[in-house]
């Protein structure tokens, strides 16, 4: 799960975050927050609150393993480098 955590970035699109909170993961764009659903390998989906949107988006892994990019339909958010 670590692994996921972290902040994405588009320059056309909200900056969206995920993170972990009381052992679970959660998707948080626009000051929403969301439960992640892990439906695959590296495939979650979200449902929002009003349980009438639901929607899939793939974390892709660099040469490395380590997730690099959001990816849902034609659009990519980049991972933002984390200082060590």
Same mark, same amino acid.
């Given at each position: 799960?670590?692994? !996921?955590? #972290?902040? !994405? ?5 909200? @900056?969206?975050?995920?993170?972990? $909170? %009381?052992? $679970?993961?959660?998707? /948080? ?7 992640? $659903? @892990?439906?695959? %390998?590296?495939?979650? #989906?979200?449902? &929002? ?8 988006? *793939?974390? *892709?892994?660099?040469? %490395?393993?380590? *997730? ?9 958010? $980049?991972?933002?480098? &984390?200082? /060590?």
């Amino acid at each position: 799960m670590v692994g !996921y955590v #972290g902040s !994405y970035e588009n320059p056309s699109n909200p @900056k969206m975050e995920i993170f972990i $909170k %009381d052992g $679970k993961l959660f998707f /948080k764009s626009g000051g929403n927050e969301f439960p992640l $659903k @892990k439906i695959g %390998d590296l495939r979650f #989906g979200i449902v &929002t609150q009003n349980r009438f949107q639901y929607f899939e988006f *793939v974390l *892709v892994p660099g040469p %490395d393993g380590k *997730v690099l990019y959001r990816h849902r339909g034609l659009r990519a958010w $980049k991972r933002a480098q &984390t200082s /060590k």
